[in-house]
């Protein structure tokens, strides 16, 4: 059997470039590794403990920033830290609840990147931008109607003030956990009047702008383990929070010393088992790391919530979201 000499030449260098390849992916694996000072339980899913887990991917943080942010490669360079340009962040998933999430992070580096005051101005806030709708007269009018000329975020809120109603009582108290600019909170505080309505917010760039924006609003500028002083809450609604958590059970633990007995909880998060996230894996808007730290299905949060003392109500979807109402027992 003749081979010729290309052909040889061509066999060795594939292989000479796959090993390569091999050996820059493991350096990189272990500089990675050597960051990382924050790490899950090994082969443990973090929402309902179960063992049936896999890796699935690394996903670079220059895909989040550069694609998924829309940052510019100037911007990135100049504030993402030399040390991390190249890294990236392993996620999992768990067969049992059907959880994504990441199995290491480094503390504080998110923050330090959404802190920074080119990523506010240019990426934070034209987002902010589209979803902080100003709350006027016209749009609670709006929401309430029947009217369908809608724009998707309006529709969004229309989705969630009709899931909220569901468990609001007339003079309850609710508090609207991360609050962002406070757009939600002032719906609530409009559309349930008879309510006490409370935002609260620790980023310091948002709570300013929900003070300066609706001024009626409660706002508490402290973190959900020191608000027990403002009282115990009937309903908390949390959205687009969880997914952002690392210690999911010390989250859920101060979720509860905040609400009344029977008080009950909403949270909105991204669903992991929308259409768009089948579809495109982990090339979804969804795996943003280090920012999502884990993305839910309905039955990862429900099995989390109940080994935390909760009982589900109800689970509806909108979009590539999902809302979940669970209840003290």
Not at 86 to 103: G, N, T, V, W
Not at 271 to 282: Q, R, T
């Amino acid at each position: 059997m003749n081979i010729s000499s290309n052909k040889i030449t061509f066999l060795v260098y594939n292989k000479l470039r796959k090993w390569v390849d091999f050996q820059r992916d493991k350096l990189r694996q272990q500089k990675n590794i050597a960051l990382f000072d924050e790490l899950r339980t090994a082969g443990i899913c973090p929402a309902c403990k179960g063992a049936s887990v896999y890796h699935i991917s690394d996903i670079p943080y220059s895909e989040t920033f550069l694609n998924k942010w829309n940052g510019s490669v100037g911007d990135f360079y100049s504030i993402v830290p030399t040390e991390y340009l190249d890294i990236s962040f392993p996620y999992a998933f768990c067969q049992e609840c059907f959880l994504s999430f990441q199995s290491a992070t480094i503390s504080g580096f998110a923050a330090r990147i959404e802190n920074n005051p080119i990523i506010n101005e240019k990426v934070l806030l034209a987002y902010e931008q589209q979803t902080q709708v100003d709350v006027t007269p016209e749009l609670i009018k709006n929401l309430q109607s029947s009217n369908d000329n809608l724009s998707t975020i309006e529709n969004h809120y229309r989705w969630l003030l009709g899931e909220l109603g569901k468990i609001i009582i007339p003079g309850c108290s609710i508090l609207d956990l991360g609050c962002n600019r406070g757009t939600f909170a002032e719906l609530m505080r409009n559309v349930y009047p008879e309510c006490a309505v409370w935002g609260c917010e620790i980023n310091t760039t948002y709570a300013t702008a929900c003070k300066n924006r609706y001024p009626k609003i409660n706002l508490i500028e402290e973190p959900l383990s020191e608000i027990k002083k403002h009282g115990a809450f009937d309903v908390i609604f949390c959205s687009d929070v969880i997914e952002h958590i690392w210690d999911l059970d010390g989250f859920i633990k101060c979720i509860k010393n905040n609400l009344k007995p029977s008080g009950k909880i909403m949270f909105v998060t991204p669903n992991l088992m929308c259409a768009s996230a089948i579809k495109n894996g982990v090339n979804w808007w969804g795996y943003m790391p280090p920012h999502h730290t884990q993305l839910f299905s309905s039955s990862a949060l429900s099995m989390l919530l109940k080994r935390n003392g909760f009982n589900m109500l109800r689970t509806t979807v909108f979009g590539d979201e999902l809302a979940s109402v669970f209840e003290l027992y």
